[in-house]
């Protein structure tokens, strides 16, 4: 397995608005947010493949990387590139970049226990 292939194959999903969550034993596709109920964004995978005529199950028994190769598949078939082609075909300095390791300063603030998150 390459790993760097990997990496961008699952970074390319998230910019298609999804991410794998195991769960149950399954591998499940799963928006970033509720896709269905938000204003039609033409870069969310539910909305190529919805466009394209293509469905897609979400549950996977597979395992991450089958995961990964059905939704190739069905971007294939919905006329898409695949993940890792779409993220070696986008421009990183608009959308996804990998940019220098490092923390990023003033990004992280210490509160009361039971208080802060992602905000």
């Known amino acids: 397995m390459n ?15 999804c991410h794998l969550h195991g769960q149950d034993g399954h591998i ?3 928006p970033a947010y509720n896709q269905c109920d938000e204003e ?4 969310d995978l539910h909305y190529i493949l919805k466009k394209a005529g293509v469905g897609l199950n979400n549950k996977i028994y597979g395992g991450v990387l089958e ?9 294939r078939l919905a006329g898409v590139p695949s ?3 779409g993220f070696s075909g986008w421009d990183h300095n608009d959308s996804l ?18 208080t802060g998150g992602l905000n």
């Open 28 to 30: 499940w596709i799963e």
């Open 3 to 17: 790993t760097e292939e990997l990496a961008k194959r699952l970074l390319a999903l998230g910019q298609y608005g």
């Open 83 to 85: 993940l890792l082609n």
């Open 97 to 114: 970049f990998l940019g220098e390791p490092g923390i990023g300063e003033g990004r992280i603030d210490t509160y009361e226990k039971g």
């Open 67 to 75: 995961a990964l190769d059905t939704i190739d598949e069905a971007l």
């Open 40 to 43: 039609e964004n033409h870069s």
